[in-house]
């Protein structure tokens, strides 16, 4: 009844160049989402932030598993609501300290989202394992949580997404950077916003920036979301169609 | 309540019964007491709401009013450099020690600088001993990051020969007493302490070509910016309050910190990011302030 549904888009906010990479300015990388690969977790995604066309190199992908609503600990059991914990496991290596605090930062924006009031004393566990990393690697992460999220089931308020913005050091603003261009850039900012009302959920910051940068940063990061969040749409009317 | 209070204080005027009603007083004020106390156990975020309704808080504080901010630097005799700071109740001492070490391979001509918070069950009853929790991590990678972008200290100054001997800072990071806003306290203790760090300078002898330390000689580090940290937690989607107490943090539904370098910020109008942006422009200079205060009255060595 479910295979595994591959949706590919190509979004673009402004028309940039046709070949290679993008020119710089408003424009996001190619997406690929990939729902309920994995027959174990109750929930799983996998989000593909596209390098160059047609040829997996330079892409960042992460592949996400939900387990949940679960039994939990008696220790990390909360009486009115789901306890939701996040693992996040690097690429090459042991999680370490870094991992712990985008872990932490993926838990509250998914605890923003999630109604956890419906399943009280229950788990509910994102697995997230980094498959590729060419930049915006939290953004793509906040992506795959989210459609992990929905191929469970679980019940949430809104969807979100994230996206990145790097500022050069002349104050350009590049969207969805590369690996190459967030090392080079002055400062990196990377939003998660909720589809309702393009809220701000997180917000985490590398660099300088004066706060002129970042009210722009935002605001563009907003404008970008529009184009994952009808991405997302597309993709689960795409699934959803077919069963 | 009032009406049997007014009853009793009308009583008071005669003398014998002044006794007696002085005791029915004291049970009905111990009454009043008991049940705030229920009321703030049972039903916390109802609670909170009702003072955060008249733009306070049940500290007495403002909305936008920061603890009792303190900060005494040099404690430490075995240090290099230390300094506490106290946020009202949140004790946080940092400890810096300068031992030698070689450069990393990629970058020859560069020192560390490696921060660890320590959140152990002295602080607080949530913490149990063993290796470092969540929250600690956490803590010690915001710092790591703050140090890394404010560019507090060029690692470049800590480097005494390229590609063979550099200086390693170790700052420790210790909580005493963990009553909300951890990393206000942390972003503060550690600016205050590399303030007070002092190197001695090492020269390398050519003919054994090891380290010679002058310890008579001793020079402060170069200090580029000061990032001062300003925290803020989020009541019911709208209302922003600065330096959450533990309990506040516990009630809040979203925490913001921002980390503001020199003054900076123009005066726009408008969005609540921008408000928290002002409110840690002021913050900014009230600690410069402080640290300047502190570090001029401190005895020269």
């Given at each position: 009844?479910?295979?595994?549904?591959?949706?590919e888009?190509?979004?673009?906010?402004?028309?940039?160049?046709?070949?290679?990479?993008?020119?710089?300015?408003?424009?996001?990388?190619h997406?690929?989402?990939e729902?309920?690969?994995?027959?174990?977790?109750?929930?799983?995604?996998?989000?593909?932030?596209?390098?160059?066309?047609?040829?997996?190199?330079?892409?960042?992908?992460?592949?996400?598993?939900?387990?949940?609503?679960?039994?939990?600990?008696?220790?990390?059991?909360?009486?009115?609501?789901?306890?939701?914990?996040v693992?996040?496991?690097?690429?090459?290596?042991?999680?370490?300290?870094?991992?712990?605090?985008?872990?932490?930062?993926?838990?509250?924006?998914?605890?923003?989202v999630?109604?956890?009031?419906?399943?009280?004393?229950?788990?509910?566990?994102?697995?997230?394992?980094?498959?590729?990393?060419?930049?915006s690697?939290?953004?793509?992460?906040?992506?795959?949580?989210?459609?992990?999220?929905?191929?469970?089931g679980?019940p949430?308020?809104?969807?979100?997404?994230g996206?990145?913005?790097?500022?050069?050091?002349?104050?350009?603003?590049?969207?969805?950077?590369?690996?190459?261009?967030?090392?080079?850039?002055?400062?990196?900012?990377?939003?998660?916003?909720?589809?309702?009302?393009?809220?701000?959920?997180?917000?985490?910051?590398?660099?300088?920036?004066?706060?002129?940068?970042?009210?722009?940063?935002?605001?563009?990061?907003?404008?970008?979301?529009?184009?994952?969040?009808?991405?997302?749409?597309?993709?689960l009317?795409?699934?959803?169609?077919?069963? | 309540?009032?009406?049997?209070?007014?009853?009793?204080?009308?009583?008071?005027?005669?003398?014998?019964?002044?006794?007696?009603?002085?005791?029915?007083?004291?049970?009905?004020?111990?009454?009043?007491?008991?049940?705030?106390?229920?009321?703030?156990?049972?039903?916390?975020?109802?609670?909170?709401?009702?003072?955060?309704?008249?733009?306070?808080?049940?500290?007495?504080?403002?909305?936008?009013?920061?603890?009792t901010?303190?900060?005494?630097?040099?404690?430490?005799?075995?240090?290099?450099?230390?300094?506490?700071?106290?946020?009202?109740?949140?004790?946080?001492?940092?400890?810096?020690?300068?031992?030698?070490?070689?450069?990393p391979?990629?970058?020859?001509?560069?020192?560390?600088?490696?921060?660890?918070v320590?959140?152990?069950?002295?602080?607080?009853?949530?913490?149990?001993?063993?290796?470092?929790?969540?929250?600690?991590?956490?803590?010690?990678?915001?710092?790591?990051?703050?140090?890394?972008?404010?560019?507090?200290?060029?690692?470049?100054?800590?480097?005494?020969?390229?590609?063979?001997?550099?200086?390693?800072?170790?700052c420790?990071?210790?909580?005493?007493n963990h009553?909300?806003?951890?990393?206000?306290a942390c972003?503060?203790?550690?600016?205050?302490?590399?303030?007070?760090v002092?190197?001695?300078?090492?020269?390398?002898?050519?003919?054994?070509?090891?380290?010679?330390?002058?310890?008579?000689?001793?020079s402060?580090?170069?200090?580029?910016?000061?990032?001062v940290?300003t925290?803020?937690?989020?009541?019911?989607?709208?209302?922003?309050?600065?330096?959450?107490?533990?309990?506040?943090?516990?009630?809040?539904?979203?925490?913001?910190?921002?980390?503001?370098?020199?003054?900076?910020?123009?005066?726009?109008?408008?969005?609540?990011?921008?408000?928290?942006?002002?409110?840690?422009?002021?913050?900014?200079?009230?600690?410069?302030?402080?640290?300047?205060?502190v570090?001029?009255?401190?005895?020269?060595?």
């Amino acid at each position: 009844m479910e295979g595994a549904m591959q949706t590919e888009s190509k979004i673009r906010a402004e028309s940039g160049t046709e070949s290679g990479p993008r020119g710089p300015g408003c424009s996001l990388r190619h997406f690929a989402c990939e729902q309920n690969l994995l027959s174990r977790p109750d929930g799983s995604a996998s989000f593909l932030q596209a390098g160059r066309r047609y040829l997996h190199f330079g892409d960042t992908s992460v592949l996400a598993g939900v387990y949940g609503p679960a039994e939990v600990k008696v220790s990390k059991e909360i009486f009115n609501k789901a306890t939701l914990e996040v693992i996040l496991r690097p690429k090459i290596g042991l999680p370490g300290v870094a991992e712990k605090s985008r872990e932490r930062l993926i838990r509250n924006t998914c605890e923003a989202v999630v109604l956890g009031a419906l399943h009280p004393r229950t788990s509910i566990t994102v697995v997230l394992q980094v498959v590729s990393d060419a930049g915006s690697l939290l953004a793509c992460c906040l992506n795959a949580a989210c459609m992990a999220l929905v191929d469970a089931g679980v019940p949430m308020r809104a969807l979100f997404c994230g996206v990145t913005c790097a500022l050069d050091s002349d104050g350009t603003l590049m969207l969805d950077p590369t690996a190459k261009q967030e090392k080079e850039a002055r400062a990196v900012l990377t939003f998660a916003l909720d589809s309702v009302e393009r809220k701000l959920l997180t917000s985490t910051t590398k660099g300088l920036y004066s706060d002129a940068e970042l009210q722009q940063c935002l605001a563009a990061a907003q404008a970008a979301s529009q184009h994952v969040f009808r991405f997302y749409r597309e993709s689960l009317q795409r699934r959803y169609s077919k069963s | 309540m009032k009406e049997t209070y007014k009853f009793w204080r009308f009583l008071l005027h005669h003398h014998s019964i002044k006794i007696f009603a002085s005791f029915w007083i004291y049970t009905d004020l111990l009454i009043y007491l008991i049940f705030n106390i229920c009321f703030r156990t049972v039903e916390p975020l109802e609670y909170y709401r009702r003072f955060l309704k008249e733009n306070c808080r049940p500290d007495g504080r403002e909305l936008g009013e920061f603890r009792t901010t303190t900060v005494n630097v040099g404690s430490i005799g075995t240090a290099d450099g230390s300094a506490l700071v106290k946020l009202g109740n949140t004790t946080v001492i940092c400890g810096i020690k300068a031992e030698f070490g070689a450069p990393p391979t990629d970058a020859p001509d560069k020192g560390y600088v490696v921060p660890n918070v320590d959140l152990s069950p002295l602080c607080s009853w949530r913490f149990r001993s063993g290796p470092p929790g969540e929250e600690a991590q956490v803590a010690s990678q915001f710092i790591a990051d703050v140090i890394e972008n404010s560019q507090i200290i060029h690692k470049e100054d800590l480097c005494i020969c390229p590609g063979k001997l550099a200086w390693v800072l170790y700052c420790d990071l210790i909580c005493l007493n963990h009553d909300g806003n951890i990393l206000d306290a942390c972003t503060f203790a550690l600016l205050a302490a590399l303030k007070n760090v002092q190197l001695p300078e090492v020269t390398i002898n050519e003919e054994t070509a090891l380290a010679e330390v002058n310890l008579k000689k001793k020079s402060y580090l170069n200090i580029r910016t000061h990032p001062v940290a300003t925290s803020f937690a989020v009541f019911d989607d709208t209302l922003l309050i600065v330096d959450p107490t533990e309990e506040e943090e516990h009630l809040a539904t979203g925490t913001l910190t921002v980390v503001m370098d020199e003054e900076g910020g123009s005066g726009l109008t408008g969005a609540k990011l921008q408000d928290c942006m002002s409110r840690a422009v002021t913050r900014h200079k009230e600690v410069k302030k402080l640290m300047d205060e502190v570090l001029k009255s401190m005895k020269p060595k």
